[in-house]
């Protein structure tokens, strides 16, 4: 016999998925790569630039 409210036996709600596009923080993977490219003691602004910056040949 049920005799409290109907709220109190409900499911937890859902989580919500984990977003797949960009985030505004970052990932291990992001930064495990700058503390590599800072122990090669390369600039912000090389690490900046990146590959992408590079035109194709």
Known sequence: MDTGPPW???EPPARP???VGPSRYLTEAD???IACRLR???SFRA???G???VPPP
């Open 17 to 19: 998925e984990e977003p």
């Open 47 to 49: 690490m900046a630039a």
């Open 40 to 42: 090669e003691k390369a």
């Open 31 to 33: 930064r495990i790569h």
């Open 8 to 10: 109190q036996a409900s």
């Open 51 to 53: 590959p992408a910056a």
